[in-house]
C-alpha cells in the first residue's frame, strides 16, 4: 500500500479550547451527513453489549420483513423457555408474555423496542429458526453481511454469555444502517409508550421522554462494563449517531448522552474540502497505456471541525502501488483519509477518473524495471 500525505489548508479561530472530555470508558460520535468523526473513544474495545444486542435481533426481523419471508399478523407461540428466561419468571425486562400463548409479530417487534423485552425476544427466535443458539448464529453471520466487523452474539436478548461482544463502531454502523435500510420501521423507536395485553409500559429509553430530538434506540447494562446507550439525533437539519459505554450509573448515562448530544450539535461547523468529481490526487498505473489516472471523489467531501479550536487538517490518498490495468473509469481505486491532528475525521472512497488499458510492451518493461528498482531501494 502507498500513501501519498498532503496538507489541506484551513484557518482555525485564533482561540484554543479544551479537548471534550466524556465520562464513558468507550464513546464514538459520528455525524451523519457528513461522516465525520466527532468524537473517538476506545471505540474499538469489545465489551458485553447488553441489552443493545437487541438492535441486533430488531435488524434481522425487520430484515425478514423486508423480503416478505415473516408477516406483522404471524402468531408465535410463548414456550416455556422464553417464559421462564424472559417472562415474568426472569425478573428481566419483560412484555408479560403469558405461558402457552400465542403473539404477532408485530406485537413481538414493539415489545422489544419500547421495554426491550426479553421474553419477545426469545419467541420471536424460536418462532423463525427454532432456537435462540441458531438465531445468535444468523445474528451474527448478518453482523458481518452489514458491516459490523467485530460483534459477536451468543443469544437474542443481550442477558450474559460468553459470546456476546460488541463495540461502540459496530453499534453507531448498526444503527445508521437500520435508519437507513427501514426508514418505514424506524418510527417504533419514538413511540413514548406500548400498551398490550392491558398492560402499558412506558420506553426504557429515557432519551425519547426527554423530547431532545432523540428518536432511537435502545439503552443497556452489563455488569462490570457499566451503563451503555447507543441512539441517534435530529435538531436544525443536522443527525448525529453515538454508543457511549462505561458509565457508572442510569443517570449518569442519560446525563452524559444528552451533554455529549449537545456538545455535537453546537460546537462544530461545516467546511467543504473537496467538489463533486473534484481531482484530488493522481495514481501510478502499472503496465498501462498511461502512466498515472487522476483519483476523483464520488461527491462533495464536507466534514465538521471544531468551531473554538484550531484546525490542523492533513490527510492521506491510501491505494495499493501501482494500479494494475485494465483500470475502469468510476471504479473505486483509493481511500482519502482525512486526518485533523492526530484524530482521523473520516474516510472517503476515490474513483478512477479515466480508464487505463495495458500498453505496449516497452512501456509494460518499462514499468517492470522501475518496480523492481522501487523495492530493491
Not at 465538521?304 to 502501488?321: E, G, H, N
Request: proline letters at 4%; a neutral charge; glycine letters at 8%.
Amino acid at each position: 500500500m502507498l500513501a501519498v500525505a498532503m496538507a489541506l489548508a484551513f484557518s482555525g479561530s485564533a482561540s484554543q479550547a479544551q479537548e471534550f472530555e466524556t465520562k464513558a470508558r468507550q464513546a464514538l460520535v459520528i455525524d451523519a451527513l457528513t461522516d465525520t468523526v466527532l468524537l473517538s473513544k476506545a471505540a474499538d474495545e469489545a465489551v458485553p453489549p447488553a441489552s443493545m444486542a437487541k438492535l441486533m435481533t430488531v435488524e434481522l426481523v425487520l430484515s425478514a420483513l423486508k423480503d416478505g419471508s415473516l408477516a406483522r399478523d404471524t402468531f408465535f407461540p410463548v414456550s416455556e423457555h422464553a417464559w421462564r428466561t424472559g417472562g415474568a419468571p426472569s425478573g428481566t425486562s419483560t412484555m408479560f408474555a403469558a405461558l402457552n400463548s400465542r403473539v404477532s409479530v408485530g406485537d413481538l417487534l414493539q415489545g422489544i423496542v419500547v421495554q426491550y423485552a426479553n421474553d419477545a425476544c426469545i419467541v420471536l427466535a424460536e418462532g423463525m429458526v427454532g432456537s435462540e443458539g441458531k438465531f445468535a448464529e444468523r445474528m451474527t453471520a448478518r453482523a458481518r453481511e452489514i458491516g459490523l466487523k467485530a460483534s459477536t452474539f451468543a443469544n437474542p436478548t443481550g442477558l450474559p454469555a460468553a459470546g456476546n461482544l460488541t463495540t461502540m463502531r459496530d453499534l453507531v454502523t448498526l444503527a445508521r444502517h437500520v435508519r437507513s435500510a427501514y426508514p418505514d420501521d424506524v418510527v417504533l423507536f419514538r413511540q413514548a409508550e406500548f400498551e398490550w395485553n392491558k398492560i402499558r409500559q412506558r420506553n426504557r429509553n429515557p432519551l425519547i421522554s426527554a423530547e431532545i430530538g432523540v428518536d432511537g434506540y435502545v439503552t443497556g447494562f452489563a455488569e462490570g462494563y457499566g451503563y451503555g446507550i447507543v441512539a441517534s439525533m435530529e435538531r436544525d437539519g443536522r443527525r448525529v449517531d453515538l454508543a457511549l459505554n462505561g458509565l457508572q450509573t442510569d443517570k449518569d448515562r442519560t446525563a452524559e448522552a444528552k451533554r455529549v448530544f449537545d456538545w455535537a450539535m453546537t460546537q462544530f461547523s461545516e467546511k467543504r474540502l473537496f467538489a463533486e468529481s473534484e481531482l484530488v490526487a493522481e495514481a501510478s498505473v502499472y503496465g498501462g497505456d498511461r502512466p498515472t489516472v487522476g483519483l476523483v471523489t464520488a461527491g462533495p467531501v464536507d466534514i465538521l471541525l471544531p468551531v473554538k479550536t484550531p484546525a490542523k487538517l492533513s490527510a492521506r490518498v491510501v491505494y495499493r502501488w501501482p494500479l494494475t490495468v485494465p483500470v475502469r473509469a468510476g471504479d473505486v481505486a483509493a481511500t482519502l483519509r482525512i486526518w485533523n491532528g492526530d484524530h482521523l475525521l473520516r474516510e472517503v472512497p476515490l474513483k478512477a477518473a479515466a480508464s487505463v488499458e495495458a500498453g505496449s510492451l516497452t512501456s509494460r518493461a518499462t514499468d517492470a524495471l522501475q518496480e523492481l528498482l522501487f523495492f530493491w531501494l
